[in-house]
């Protein structure tokens, strides 16, 4: 059963960085595409990155506002998926959340694409 668990939340100052993990403590996750939202109090959930995972070439892709600045990444199937987020603003402050589709295709930005949440992880930037 594939069970997401993030972790690597914070408060950090404006300018800083945290990275972002997420594992898969069931072990069941192996082919698909794994991907970070966001959510703000009182905005709808919005995709942040996504990553294919034992693809033949792995493909990342990012939301306008994040490019350049968070790099999501994984080194094989048996690690967790990361965000690095460099850069940060007070405006990216919400719960990020790691989920993941055993499906691969072009909707990887619908969070209604994903079958896996994680409960969530609370990152705060102060200005």
């Known amino acids: 059963q594939v069970q997401l668990v993030e972790s690597g939340g914070g408060l950090v100052q404006a300018g800083g960085s945290l990275r972002l993990s997420c594992v898969d403590s069931g072990g069941a996750f192996y082919n698909g595409v794994m991907a970070w939202f966001r959510q703000a109090p009182g905005k709808e959930r919005e995709f942040v990155a996504a990553i294919t995972i034992s693809w033949p070439a792995t493909f990342t892709y990012y939301a306008d506002f994040v490019k350049g600045r968070f790099t999501i990444s994984r080194d094989n199937a048996k690690n967790p998926v990361y965000l690095q987020m460099n850069s940060l603003k007070p405006e990216d402050t919400a719960v990020y959340y790691c989920?993941?589709?055993?499906?691969?295709?072009?909707?990887?930005?619908?969070?209604?694409?994903?079958?896996?949440w994680g409960q969530g992880t609370q990152v705060t930037v102060s200005s």
């Open positions: 989920a993941a589709t055993t499906r691969y295709g072009p909707r990887y930005s619908t969070p209604q694409t994903y079958d896996y």
